[in-house]
């Protein structure tokens, strides 16, 4: 790129391959942010076949796309849209175009391993005094525990009942403890390619070296990076709806207590549309007793997007409109849920705000499915 | 046969496509120091008339008894030389071609090594000519019948061409009623006939035809032998038993049509979640009844979603299923004839009006009043009573969110999903696409792979009624040929095995592809039914105890074309 | 009147069928016609067969090249025993005739028309009485060895435009279509022999001077011939829209726009620039292509004017191979010019037969540009001085044309442009319509029987049309429809044949049955 910013469009139209979009307009059409911002990635895809230069710059909506990856989950000619915004999102690393909070969140995982901005050495206080064994040590399931469950006091209840599930079910499992860092998902969906390769490489040094046969991730985007960008060979990624699912299923996990609610379930774009995971969440709702389950229109392929990925969780973007958050808490109340459950930390965290904010706390609640299965456990 | 063989060597320029790059003459020169060569010479285009006139002035003149013509693939003239040869009297398998053109000069630029290497190819294809045995031409006699399987447009046109020559026809249709999925739609494209007053009448000369007989609830469980003389087991179902002997037919027509792609794959359209949201072949459902709606509510705003599991990758599908452009035309049009206040509007990534009047039956839709918005819906969400699409205006360069009471999809076709059993019991290949392959994509649409085995409609591909009819018709031009000639030819080439040699171990049955060899029932040896044997050699190479002689390409053959080539 | 053609090895009591015209679709439908064991008289009005098809380069989306599988069938027609080719001919008259009674149909009462119903069949098979006039070569085919020194002596040498090279090669007045033809004899072209047009060559006659085979002839009278047939096949293909109808892309103007049939001959290997990819003797560094040119085009009064439109510069339908041969054309570009840019101008991607879409796709992926937009004018960019220069520093073509997904006009400079000219129904449809009383649809293409059920079919019992004169079609589907309408004759010819199939001991002794078998051999 020209120190203005400029592009040359054609290396990278040969290296993503884009030459086979026929403009059909499926990316934009499903794009969530595409009606709230003026980014528009079939239009940008066409300029990149067409002129010879783009001033990346002059394309501050490029940091509103969440990564959702509808485009690429629908695009009938597979050009993989969100990977041009990938793409150009690094251009602008490059050039230290971006915006501070997502320049101080990339900062934060190369010094300390998250993005919160806090130390390394506190990534372990989640786990409030339980004993959780150290998965250096050797185990058959490595927990990978995710920075914003590790670190947000709301989320950290998260992994806490997973802890208390494993150890019910028996499990022989561990974490990484302090030496757990970023899995880069987001880093890589950031545009800071650099770091994601570093990360990629400690990582899964780290992970491989435990030996473990299993790896499970609390957080869906750690699951997507390590089961699709990650090579671990020899290990069975899962998320942990999955490992709870298949827990209940073999009846190692029991659920004894009651949880009478009418519950609604928000299928994550990184578990659901990406990974078409979206019935083992179900069956570990259907599992609890007493607990009803009703589904919003939108739901499975079509969930709409809380707007936590690709770095939303750092950057505003140029929103023109309301958060989809808030449309989608709507969405849910109107179901007559008294519970919105989520399988993912940016979700909660979103969700919740949303709930405040639209001033529906008293009718919805958000919860994380292991917050349901926390209660229905003795 | 002869004691000593008298080759005549003969070098093509081929105007400048041999000459420009080899050097003919020098080639012509070094062929006569060959041994056994006693004529070598070199001309400008050896397959036109004066070129064979050479070759055939020297057989008669000079006695030869081999030729060898350097020029082009055998692919292009060996019939041209092999018929130029018989026409005065030598067996045509005494001519063996060199290709020092596709194989030498076209792929070659520098002048002199390209020489040398014609020089070595035609001494290596002398070496085999010294050695080359005349061959028996064979002709096998035609049943004069044939077999149709698919009872749909496609076979019932198919079956009146071949039954109105005087053959008779076996139409055999797994269903209980002939028409296929043709007697499904309402109307026809561009001319918007009604299909029952097209259908109707056809089916009825089927019906009654003296030579045809339709068996409906019945699938082909086997087929044996070769071109000319299948014979072929029909069953009725649900009984597993096969009713009666088995069908003798010359030829055999495949027909079985196609499926329809199974929306609930596109789970973000809604379908089977919405009832707003429904396919082509419901839209030709309600159009039968003359609504669109539902329960005496006709809609108001209607779109139409084209490619629907066609051009898409992500179900991997991704031909074009070639019909839908017009069935959403003819659809979005009568829709909006049969509502005039309501809004039609069709969502597209091109629009494939291809056919004859179908761009003028395209233009007509819009003057209706159709609006055909450029752009193709990513997913269907509920908004009250109504569906929104939600996808993105190209034109307009920004997303819609078009509100609906009715969706149509327009579902693209697939390979049927029941045919591989039939695509086993006949040997017949697959395209990538899934649907039956045709023997060259250009020149042989309707042929296959399979001697005596023809394709005809959607089983090759989507195509709609015109081009269907045609290629049904095109697939009885090519089963009526054997049938009406009485014989075909077999091919001479074939794969021989010496008995005496035989261990009847039967590798080579196991190994051929075309079923050809098979264990003598009385005395263990392998026998070899030259109809069905293509030459391919792969038993002779596989048969431990080397009794099994590829004719026209034998050991001693290929041996000394590699000892020439060595020298 | 004139002689009948002696049936030589033919059996005498099985029908003929005659077929007009010797492209692709004539030559399949008269192979299929002639392999059932029926007689075929094929009639081509050039010097040789092979049609459109021989001009072009290679063929989509296989990218065969197109006179490699072309030429075999070329051969077999030349060469089958049951098929009289007859080129360099035209048919003068046809005429049905009652079989039974061996009047001429129109001599009696009632009609030989057939009703246009989906079902229909004939209830007295029909015969034609057939004229077919034999131009003169003035050269002898029994002695002309095809050698070529009468045509490089011939005082016209390299001044006769060449219509197989659309002009762009410059032929002799004694000529050969093109290297590969059926029959390889020569033939004088009158209309510009010096001899024949003016009554005078010099001192004396080169062309007989130079020929070794004393096959010259000027004395060669035209032919007469008799035929009788059971049925007829019209393959008379089509023609291309005249460029010079859309002024504003300059086409005659600018030496850098050509039609797709030009850039044919100059992608072709045995083509003028031997496949070469030059324009004003450079190789062109941006290369534009337009489609769309002359066809969908809507005029009010359309309905009038039927097959006049083609006259007017625009016709209403799909022309329905240019979106293809377009991107087959981009692709040869590519594989030609490896760093040129490469752009097409579309309305719309119609690429629906097999392998198409997929190939549209590969075509993408080699860095072909589709810009959605319609082109308007091609104009060149005067340069600041406001003198025309060649090459770099102006003077460049312009297209100019809507990009409708960026909205906005754009003007894209090219080296060459290739305008994909509308197929259109051939000038003299009129007289061969005549000649048969066929009808014409609206869009001046003959009339089927029945749009769907009927496609090769026509209003009259016996008469059966092929290939792209019924409308335009791909090669796949020209052969399909060819071989239709083999079948349509074939079922004519077998009621009128004597024994429906010959004995099952036919002699095998003519090369046909084991070298010309479609069966046994795939091509």
């Not at chain 2, 399987?149 to 009146?160: F, S």
């Not at chain 2, 029952?196 to 699938?219: F, Y």
């Not at chain 3, 030009?262 to 083509?271: I, K």
């Not at chain 3, 009259?460 to 589907?477: M, R």
């Amino acid at each position: 790129m020209t120190p203005q910013g400029l592009l040359k469009t054609e290396p990278m139209v040969e290296q993503l391959e884009l030459m086979g979009c026929i403009q059909c307009g499926k990316c934009t059409g499903g794009c969530p942010v595409a009606r709230k911002t003026t980014l528009n990635i079939r239009s940008l895809i066409y300029h990149m076949l067409v002129e010879p230069e783009l001033d990346v710059n002059a394309h501050p909506e490029l940091w509103d796309c969440t990564c959702c990856f509808t485009c690429v989950e629908r695009c009938p000619k597979d050009v993989r849209p969100a990977e041009l915004v990938i793409g150009l999102r690094g251009q602008l690393v490059e050039s230290g175009q971006i915006p501070d909070t997502i320049g101080a969140a990339l900062t934060g995982i190369f010094r300390q391993g998250n993005p919160t901005g806090m130390a390394r050495e506190d990534r372990c206080g989640w786990t409030n005094g339980t004993q959780v064994k150290a998965a250096q040590q050797g185990c058959q399931v490595l927990l990978h525990v995710c920075c914003t469950p590790a670190y947000d006091p709301r989320v950290q209840v998260v992994p806490r009942a997973l802890v208390k599930a494993f150890t019910a079910a028996g499990l022989d499992f561990g974490t990484l403890g302090t030496e757990e860092s970023c899995c880069g998902n987001e880093v890589r969906r950031m545009g800071e390619a650099g770091l994601f390769e570093m990360l990629v490489e400690e990582n899964g040094e780290l992970i491989r070296s435990v030996g473990a046969s299993r790896l499970v991730a609390t957080s869906p985007h750690c699951f997507n990076t390590f089961k699709n960008e990650y090579s671990l060979t020899g290990m069975e990624v899962v998320h942990y709806t999955q490992a709870v699912a298949q827990l209940l299923d073999e009846g190692r996990l029991k659920f004894s207590n009651e949880v009478k609610k009418t519950v609604t379930y928000h299928d994550p774009c990184f578990l659901g549309k990406q990974n078409h995971i979206f019935d083992e969440p179900r069956a570990v709702l259907k599992a609890i007793p007493g607990l009803k389950l009703v589904e919003m229109d939108r739901n499975r392929e079509r969930s709409l997007c809380c707007e936590g990925g690709g770095g939303r969780m750092w950057a505003e973007g140029t929103n023109l409109a309301e958060r989809l958050a808030f449309q989608r808490v709507h969405e849910a109340a109107e179901t007559g849920a008294e519970v919105l459950a989520v399988a993912c930390p940016f979700c909660l965290l979103t969700l919740e705000d949303a709930v405040k904010v639209q001033g529906l706390d008293e009718k919805l609640r958000v919860m994380d499915i292991m917050e349901l299965v926390d209660l229905a456990l003795a | 046969m002869e004691a000593e063989p008298r080759i005549g060597v003969y070098i093509c320029h081929c105007g400048v496509n041999i000459a420009a790059n080899v050097d003919v003459e020098q080639v012509a020169q070094f062929a006569a120091t060959l041994p056994g060569v006693v004529v070598s010479r070199n001309y400008l285009y050896m397959c036109s008339d004066p070129g064979q006139g050479l070759i055939q002035q020297d057989i008669q003149q000079h006695g030869l008894n081999r030729v060898v013509v350097a020029s082009c693939s055998p692919r292009m003239h060996e019939p041209t030389f092999r018929g130029a040869a018989q026409q005065v009297g030598l067996n045509p398998y005494l001519v063996e071609m060199a290709n020092i053109r596709e194989q030498c000069s076209w792929v070659h630029s520098n002048r002199e090594q390209a020489t040398e290497k014609a020089k070595a190819l035609v001494a290596s294809t002398v070496a085999k000519a010294a050695q080359l045995e005349p061959l028996v031409e064979r002709e096998v006699g035609v049943t004069p019948g044939a077999l149709v399987i698919g009872g749909g447009i496609a076979g019932l046109c198919a079956a009146l061409d071949v039954a109105d020559a005087g053959f008779p026809v076996y139409l055999v249709e797994q269903s209980d009623h002939v028409g296929g999925r043709l007697k499904d739609l309402n109307r026809t494209f561009p001319t918007l006939e009604l299909v029952a007053d097209l259908l109707g009448p056809l089916v009825e000369r089927v019906r009654s035809h003296p030579k045809v007989t339709v068996l409906l609830n019945s699938q082909v469980t086997s087929v044996e032998g070769y071109v000319g003389n299948f014979e072929v087991q029909v069953t009725p179902a649900p009984s597993s038993t096969p009713s009666s002997s088995p069908l003798k037919v010359g030829s055999i027509i495949v027909a079985t049509g196609y499926d329809l792609f199974d929306p609930h794959r596109k789970p973000e359209l809604g379908y089977g979640q919405y009832a707003h949201v429904i396919t082509s072949l419901e839209m030709e459902q309600r159009l039968f009844e003359g609504r669109v709606g539902v329960d005496g509510q006709e809609p108001k705003r209607i779109a139409f979603i084209k490619c629907v599991g066609s051009r898409d990758v992500q179900v991997g599908n991704p031909y074009c299923s070639r019909v839908c452009c017009m069935v959403t035309a003819k659809q979005a049009r009568l829709v909006q004839e049969l509502l005039p206040e309501a809004d039609v509007t069709v969502f597209y990534m091109d629009v494939r009006t291809f056919g004859k009047g179908a761009e003028e039956f395209y233009d007509e839709a819009r003057d209706k009043g159709v609006l055909y918005r450029r752009g193709t819906v990513s997913e269907i969400i509920r908004r009250g009573e109504r569906v929104v699409l939600m996808g993105e205006d190209t034109l307009q360069g920004r997303p819609f969110e078009f509100e609906a009471d009715l969706v149509v999809l327009a579902v693209g076709m697939e390979a049927r999903s029941d045919v591989g059993a039939l695509s086993t019991l006949l040997k017949l290949p697959r395209s990538a696409d899934g649907f039956f392959l045709e023997l060259h994509p250009k020149l042989r649409p309707v042929d296959t792979a399979v001697n005596g085995v023809f394709l005809a409609g959607c089983c090759q591909g989507p195509k709609d009624v015109t081009d269907t009819v045609a290629q049904a018709k095109a697939a009885a031009a090519s089963a009526l040929i054997p049938l009406i000639r009485g014989t075909v030819p077999a091919e001479s080439a074939t794969a021989v095995v010496e008995p005496e040699l035989c261990a009847g171990c039967g590798m080579c049955v196991e190994v051929c592809p075309f079923g050809a060899p098979a264990l003598d029932a009385l005395w263990p040896v392998s026998r070899i039914n030259f109809v069905l044997c293509k030459g391919c050699g792969t038993c002779a190479v596989t048969c431990p105890s080397k009794a099994i002689r590829l004719q026209h390409f034998t050991a001693s053959q290929i041996l000394a074309q590699v000892d020439a080539l060595v020298e | 009147m004139g002689t009948v053609i002696p049936s030589e090895a033919r059996n005498l009591d099985k029908p003929a069928a005659l077929v007009i015209g010797g492209g692709i679709a004539g030559i399949q439908a008269a192979l299929d016609i002639a392999d059932a064991g029926f007689p075929v008289y094929l009639v081509e009005r050039e010097p040789s067969v092979g049609g459109r098809m021989a001009q072009l380069d290679k063929t989509f989306p296989t990218l065969d090249c197109s006179s490699c599988i072309l030429t075999p069938k070329m051969v077999d027609v030349g060469r089958h025993p049951n098929i009289e080719l007859m080129t360099y001919s035209e048919v003068v008259s046809v005429t049905p005739v009652n079989r039974e009674t061996g009047k001429l149909v129109g001599e009696e009462t009632g009609s030989h028309q057939s009703t246009n119903l989906p079902t229909y069949q004939p209830t007295k098979p029909p015969a034609f009485h057939v004229q077919v006039r034999r131009k003169p070569r003035y050269v002898d085919v029994s002695k002309c060895t095809g050698c070529g020194s009468c045509a490089a002596a011939c005082r016209m040498k390299g001044r006769v435009p060449s219509t197989f090279d659309e002009g762009i090669v410059k032929r002799s007045a004694i000529y050969v279509p093109f290297p590969q033809a059926v029959p390889l004899k020569y033939t004088v072209d009158p209309s510009v022999c010096l001899y024949l047009s003016r009554g005078t060559c010099g001192k004396t006659f080169l062309c007989k001077d130079a020929c070794p085979a004393g096959a010259i002839d000027f004395e060669q009278q035209e032919e007469m011939v008799n035929l009788e047939v059971g049925a007829v096949i019209v393959a008379t293909g089509f023609d291309l829209l005249d460029a010079r109808l859309k002024p504003e892309f300059g086409y005659g103007v600018y030496p850098e726009v050509m039609t797709g049939i030009e850039f044919e001959r100059l992608s072709s290997a045995s083509g003028p620039t031997m496949g070469k990819i030059v324009v004003n003797g450079k190789q062109p560094k941006d290369v534009v292509f337009i489609k769309c040119v002359g066809s969908r085009e809507r005029r009010r009064e359309q309905a009038a004017l039927g097959s006049q439109q083609a006259a007017l510069g625009g016709v209403p339908y799909c022309s329905r191979v240019c979106c293809m041969y377009t991107a087959k054309h981009a692709h040869l570009v590519r594989d030609k010019l490896p760093d040129a840019r490469i752009t097409v101008f579309y309305m719309d991607v119609r690429a629906f037969g097999k392998g198409y879409e997929e190939f549209y796709d590969r075509v993408k992926h080699e860095r072909v540009i589709y810009r959605r937009g319609e082109p308007s004018e091609v104009y060149r960019r005067r340069t600041t001085d406001g003198e025309i220069h060649d090459g770099d520093g102006g003077g460049r073509l312009v297209v100019l044309a809507e990009d409708t997904m960026l909205g906005k006009p754009v003007e894209v400079e090219a080296d060459l442009v290739v305008l994909a000219t509308a197929i259109t129904p051939r000038t003299d449809m009129p007289q061969t319509a005549g000649l048969l009383g066929l009808a014409c649809s609206p869009d001046g293409f003959f009339q089927e029987a029945h749009a769907k059920l009927r496609p090769v079919d026509t209003a009259l019992d016996g008469v059966f049309l092929a290939g792209c004169c019924q409308g335009p079609k791909d090669i796949p589907d020209t052969v399909a429809h060819a071989k239709a309408a083999a079948a349509s004759a074939m079922k004519v010819l077998v009621q009128q044949s004597s024994s429906i199939h010959s004995s099952s001991t036919q002699s095998s002794s003519t090369h046909s049955s084991s070298t010309h078998s479609p069966e046994g051999r795939p091509i």
